[in-house]
């Protein structure tokens, strides 16, 4: 069955660390889909990034960096020199090609406080 | 600007009485989609649709009803709310399609509910 896994429930860091959250996720599926999304203390969903299951390369944006590893099922979020905005709950998410309610199947979130 | 809305933000109701939380678009998405988050849970899906007049349920559809007379809008429905339906909400929209990565499903700022 598919499935989600954050285990990291929360992350306490101080500004300018690195820190890296765990994605770890199961499917059946040959071609599926990941995500990341943001949600800061205001509430709000904040798309980061998508990944297709045949794309392999890391990829980086800015502070922020993926690392996609299918031989592990995972797909790790590393944020380079935090800082105290970057303080929010991260979601890391899987579509199925074959599921025809394109539903996303969310883990269960980590919730990261940058200390000043 | 490209947004989901969603109306109202809060709502504080008590059990037993109608109400019905409105989801609107502006990108003339096909897609729309309501998730319901509760603590340690992450997101899970309670209806989709996939077009006008289109919807179908998804993994947590019980006591919510939904509709799609018009493409921007997918209102969801509480007919007689009770308090294990007291969460955060959110509706999403995307193109509807797997050919492109334009299909990253978008988030209202949700609408928290509380029912006593």
């Known amino acids: 069955a598919q499935k989600v896994t954050q285990a990291q429930t929360e992350i306490s860091v101080v500004e300018k660390e690195d820190v890296t959250l765990d994605c770890v996720y199961e499917t059946r599926d040959t071609t599926y889909y990941l995500f990341w999304y943001k949600q800061p203390p205001s509430g709000e969903l904040v798309f980061l990034i998508r990944r297709n299951s045949f794309d392999e390369q890391n990829e980086i944006s800015g502070r922020y960096s993926w690392n996609f590893q299918k031989s592990t099922s995972s797909f790790n979020f590393t944020i380079t020199a935090s800082q105290v905005v970057d303080s929010a709950v991260y979601f890391c998410?899987?579509?199925?090609?074959?599921?025809?309610?394109?539903?996303?199947?969310f883990g269960s979130g980590t919730r990261l406080l940058v200390r000043p | 600007e490209a947004q989901v809305t969603q109306n109202p933000r809060y709502l504080i109701t008590v059990t037993g009485k109608k109400l019905t939380v409105t989801c609107s678009q502006n990108?003339?998405?096909?897609?729309m989609s309501w998730y319901r988050q509760d603590p340690g849970l992450g997101l899970r899906q309670i209806y989709y649709s996939m077009n006008v007049e289109v919807t179908d349920k998804g993994d947590v559809p019980e006591g919510y009803k939904v509709s799609r007379k018009e493409k921007r809008n997918f209102p969801l429905i509480l007919e007689s709310p009770s308090p294990n339906q007291t969460s955060l909400y959110f509706c999403a929209s995307s193109i509807a399609g797997r050919t492109s990565t334009s299909e990253t499903q978008y988030f209202g700022p949700g609408t928290r509910l509380l029912v006593l």
């Open positions: 998410a899987l579509s199925e090609a074959w599921d025809s309610s394109y539903k996303l199947i």
């Open positions: 990108m003339n998405h096909e897609y």
